[in-house]
């Protein structure tokens, strides 16, 4: 496959992951899908994160926008809140955890160098 889309990796991984998150596993054996793979926050806010690259738009917007049609996915406490903020009225939320190394994948495949878009 020439040139494959991260998207793929990243949304499948986080799907097949999703049922052992807090079960670490230590075994090669195990059912890739499952009834019990969900996607999960990292996959809605990669998805996000693709949308901002894509339409060029400020990506606490899309965060905003995927984040609360998809309300159950396992949101941190902070962002939860944070997605109750009115659009307008959107500022950073203090994020103490791993979630923007959980969604930062496409960047590196939309962009060949630092400068601004």
Request: aromatic letters at 12%; charged letters at 20%.
């Amino acid at each position: 496959m020439n040139n494959p889309n991260p998207l793929y990796g990243a949304l499948g991984g986080d799907f097949v992951g999703s049922i052992h998150e807090w079960n670490n596993i230590k075994r090669k054996e195990f059912p890739l899908i499952d009834g019990r793979c969900k996607l999960t926050d990292d996959s809605i806010l990669t998805m996000a994160t693709a949308d901002a690259i894509c339409s060029k738009m400020d990506y606490a917007i899309c965060y905003h926008r995927w984040g609360n049609p998809n309300p159950h996915r396992g949101y941190g406490g902070r962002f939860r809140k944070w997605l109750a903020e009115k659009e307008e009225d959107l500022a950073s939320y203090g994020s103490l955890g791993n979630g923007l190394a959980m969604r930062v994948s496409l960047v590196g495949f939309a962009f060949q160098t630092l400068m601004k878009y």
